[in-house]
């Protein structure tokens, strides 16, 4: 009885080794092969993935930024003044900066000149 169970175990394990190897063989290497070529796809897709993502979020950013930028003048005793033939209304914030230290050396120390970026261009007058 012994010998018929240890013929029957052998040949088992036997039948077990051959399906492995046969699905070893034939079917994960088959699928490994399969997956490795869409290996440079996934790394492309990645790689637009992350880009995508960061112009997403630089477009939120510059949308959050002022539309308008406004330089605000005060004078010696920090009221708001209003000072005739000044160009203080800009759309980009480097103008602005250019203009308000054009101001401080143009007036020296008569008035202070402070960029604000806002929102919607405002038409105002200081009195």
Do not use: C
């Amino acid at each position: 009885m012994d010998e018929v169970i240890e013929f029957v175990g052998t040949i088992v394990i036997k039948l077990l080794l051959l399906v492995s190897k046969w699905i070893e063989e034939y079917v994960i290497n088959n699928v490994l092969e399969f997956v490795k070529g869409f290996e440079h796809v996934l790394m492309v897709l990645t790689v637009v993935a992350f880009f995508l993502i960061i112009i997403y979020m630089t477009m939120k950013q510059l949308k959050k930024l002022p539309k308008y930028y406004v330089i605000e003048i005060e004078d010696v005793y920090g009221n708001e003044a209003a000072v005739d033939g000044l160009r203080i209304n800009f759309t980009t914030f480097t103008a602005a900066k250019s203009y308000a230290q054009f101001y401080t050396n143009l007036y020296g120390q008569q008035y202070k000149f402070r960029i604000v970026g806002r929102n919607r261009l405002l038409n105002y007058s200081l009195h």
